[in-house]
C-alpha cells in the first residue's frame, strides 16, 4: 500500500470492472443506467436485385443488378438514460467496436430521443420512438435498429449457457471461452445488455461475451439486462495443477508463526502476474481485506481479496491481512473489528491482522481531520475488537504517524511502519519495515510496496 497513492484507496467503492467500449461524452446526457451496455447487429450480404427492361423504362436512375433494396432492420426496446455500444457482425466477421468510426457511418432520426456517436455509441434521452442507421462505408449497405425508447424495460429472467466454468491447465495464454445470454420475455431477447467480471486478475470479459482467462483464481462473469437489472453469472474457477497446496491446518490466530524475511502487500489496485515468482522472492503477503470509504464511510471489502487469498494457498504462501480505517471513534474502529474477523473467519493467518492508520492529505476525508486523541481512540477500539475474537491486531502507519498522530502509550500491539528514507526512524518496538513502494522482480505487475519482517 503505497502511501503516496494508497490515499485515493477510501475515494473508490468497490466496482466490477466493465468491457472497454468507446467512450462518449458525459455531458450529452444523465444516465441513469451505469456502464455501457452492448447491442449486437448481424449485417448480411446483400445479393444485387436483377432489374427488368420494363423497370429502366419505368425508373432509368436505376442501373441494372442494382435495384435499390429494403435495408436490414430489427425493432428493439431500450431504457431511457442508458449507453449501449453497437457490436456489428458484418458478413460473418465480428467487428471490434474500437474499429467502429473506420468502417460504419451512425445517424440518428431524432436526436431528441437518441444520440449516436461516429463510434456507434447510443445515448437514449427520452421516451419515443427513434432508427439508428448503420451503414457500411465499404459497399454501402445499411442495418436500421427502429429504437423504442421506453423508461423501463423490465425483464423476466436472463441465462448464460455456462453456470461455472472450472479450468485446470499450466499455461493460461489464449485460454477463452464464450458465453451467451438469452433473455426473457422474448419479445425483449433483442435488448442491450452489459458484461462485466468481478475480478479481472482472474478473467476478463468482452462486449461480446468472450471470457479470457488472465490468472489464476476464482470470479464471476456477470450479464445484466432491463432496468430491473436482471443478472446472471458464470462462476469461474482457473487451477494450476502444478501449485503446492497450502499445509495450514490450524484456524485463524491459533498460531502466529513469525519469521525474518521480506513481506510483500497487495490490494485490488496491485497485479500479481507471476505467483511463482512471488512465493520465491518473499516469505509472507499481507492482503488488503477491505476499507471504510473515504467520504461516506461504508465498509467496502477489496474486490480482490478472495483471489489473492486463494492463490496464496494454492503456492503455499503464508499471508496475513491489513484494513484502511477512517474510523471517526470507537464505535467505528469496533465495528472495523468486528467486521474483519467476521471477513476472515476460518483462514489461516501467518501474522497479525494491521488497522492502517493514514491521511487522505487533502483535509477532506470523514477522518482526516481527528486530533490525537480521536484518532488513537478509534485505532485502539478496532485492534481490541480484532483481539476479542482471538485474531491477533496490529498497527500499520508511517513513523511521522506513529510519532505525531497517535498516542502510543495508548497502544500496545504489534506495529508495521512505514518509512521510505532508507532506513527505519521509529525507535520503538516494531513487527516490520515498510522501506519501499517501488520494489520489482517480485511477480507484481510494475511495483510493489516491501517489508522487512522482523523476528
Known amino acids: ?13 468497490a466496482t466490477l470492472l466493465f468491457t472497454a467500449v468507446p ?37 432509368p436512375s436505376v442501373t441494372d443488378g442494382n435495384a435499390e433494396v429494403e435495408p436490414q432492420s430489427e425493432t428493439v426496446r431500450v431504457m431511457t438514460g442508458m449507453m449501449f455500444s453497437i457490436a456489428a457482425t458484418r458478413y460473418g466477421t465480428e467487428i471490434k467496436t474500437s474499429k ?10 431524432n436526436k431528441k430521443v437518441a444520440k449516436v456517436t461516429t463510434k456507434g455509441v447510443v445515448t437514449t434521452l427520452k421516451a419515443g420512438k ?35 466454468k472450472k479450468i485446470k491447465t499450466e499455461d493460461i495464454e ?20 452489459r458484461w462485466g467480471t468481478t475480478n479481472d486478475s482472474v478473467a476478463t470479459v468482452n462486449e461480446r461475451g468472450l471470457v479470457t482467462i488472465e490468472g489464476y483464481g476464482e470470479c464471476q462473469i456477470y450479464c445484466k439486462a432491463g432496468s430491473n437489472n436482471k443478472t446472471a453469472y458464470c462462476k469461474v474457477k482457473v487451477i494450476n495443477p502444478n501449485a503446492p497446496a497450502d499445509s495450514n491446518n490450524g484456524g485463524y490466530g491459533a498460531s502466529l508463526t513469525y519469521r525474518t524475511g521480506k513481506l510483500v502487500d497487495i490490494s485490488s489496485h496491485n497485479t500479481v502476474n507471476d505467483w511463482s515468482t512471488l512465493k520465491q522472492k518473499c516469505d509472507g503477503v499481507i492482503i488488503r481485506v477491505g476499507y471504510r470509504g473515504y467520504e461516506t464511510g461504508n465498509i467496502v471489502e477489496d474486490t480482490k481479496f478472495r483471489s489473492n487469498v486463494y492463490n496464496c494457498q494454492q503456492y503455499g504462501i503464508p499471508y496475513s491481512f491489513y484494513f484502511w480505517t477512517t474510523a471517526t471513534n470507537e464505535a467505528e474502529g469496533a465495528e472495523e473489528g468486528n467486521w474483519i474477523a467476521n471477513t476472515i473467519s476460518g483462514l489461516n493467518i501467518s501474522m497479525p491482522v494491521f488497522i492502517d492508520v493514514e491521511s487522505s492529505g487533502t483535509g477532506r476525508g470523514r477522518s482526516d481531520n481527528l486530533n490525537k486523541a480521536q484518532r488513537t481512540s478509534a485505532v485502539r477500539a478496532a485492534v481490541q475488537q480484532l ?35 532508507g532506513y527505519c526512524g521509529y525507535q520503538g518496538g516494531k513487527f516490520a519495515w515498510q522501506y519501499t513502494s517501488s520494489a520489482t522482480g517480485f511477480g507484481v505487475a510494475n511495483r510493489c510496496d516491501v517489508s522487512e519482517w522482523y523476528q
Open 23 to 59: 467512450s462518449i461524452n458525459a455531458s450529452a446526457a444523465k444516465v441513469n443506467y451505469p456502464g455501457t451496455y452492448t447491442k449486437r447487429i448481424t449485417i448480411e450480404r446483400v445479393k444485387p436485385t436483377q432489374t427488368s427492361p420494363l423497370d429502366l423504362i419505368l425508373n
Open 174 to 193: 489464449d485460454e477463452t471461452f464464450q458465453l451467451t445470454a438469452k433473455v426473457k420475455p422474448k419479445k425483449y431477447e433483442a435488448v442491450p445488455v
Open 1 to 13: 500500500m503505497r502511501l503516496s497513492k494508497k490515499f485515493l484507496a477510501g475515494l473508490l467503492s
Open 100 to 109: 467502429n468510426k473506420s468502417q460504419f457511418k451512425f445517424k440518428s432520426s
Open 130 to 164: 427513434c432508427d439508428i442507421t448503420i451503414t457500411n462505408k465499404k459497399d454501402g449497405t445499411k442495418f436500421v435498429l427502429h429504437l423504442n425508447v421506453a423508461k423501463t424495460v423490465k425483464v423476466s429472467s436472463i441465462k448464460l449457457n455456462i453456470k461455472n
Open 387 to 421: 483481539n476479542n475474537r482471538g485474531v491477533t491486531g496490529g498497527v500499520y502507519s508511517s513513523t511521522w504517524w506513529f510519532e505525531n498522530n497517535l498516542d502510543m502509550s495508548q497502544i500496545s500491539c504489534p506495529l508495521w511502519v512505514a518509512d521510505y528514507r
